[in-house]
């Protein structure tokens, strides 16, 4: 069974960066199209990016685009969510999943347990 595990969260300024990892164990990542998710503080979780199996092609959300990049080294078996340009509504629990990625993601399953993402001065 595909077991996902997400890490590289914490506290960030304004303005900062992180880089979010999705680490797989019980199985191999190769299969997999892979999504990241957020839960802010008071909201619903909401897809934020996605990639294909072999990397070939990815989806982003409008409000992070040009700012989080998502890619992927199967050989790793991790996923990474690059964040830049990080603002305060971007804070909340960062989630991985796998994912059917086309034009946004549908059918999440093997959640990860989350990491809590930070923007505050």
């Known amino acids: 069974q595909l077991q996902l595990v997400e890490s590289g969260g914490g506290l960030v300024q304004p303005g900062g960066s992180l880089r979010l990892s999705c680490t797989a164990s019980?199985?191999?990542?190769?299969?997999?199209?892979i999504g990241w998710f957020r839960q802010g503080p008071g909201k619903e979780r909401e897809g934020v990016s996605c990639?294909?199996?072999?990397?070939?092609?990815?989806w982003t959300v409008d409000f992070v685009k040009g700012r989080f990049t998502i890619s992927r080294d199967n050989a790793k078996k991790t996923v990474y969510l690059q964040m830049n340009s990080l603002k305060p509504e971007d804070t909340g629990v960062y989630y991985c999943?796998?994912?059917?990625?086309?034009?946004?993601?549908?059918?999440?399953?093997?959640w990860g347990q989350g990491v809590q993402v930070t923007v505050s001065s």
């Open positions: 990639i294909s199996s072999n990397g070939g092609s990815t």
């Open positions: 999943a796998a994912v059917r990625c086309g034009f946004g993601v549908t059918g999440a399953h093997s």
């Open positions: 019980g199985f191999t990542l190769d299969y997999y199209a």
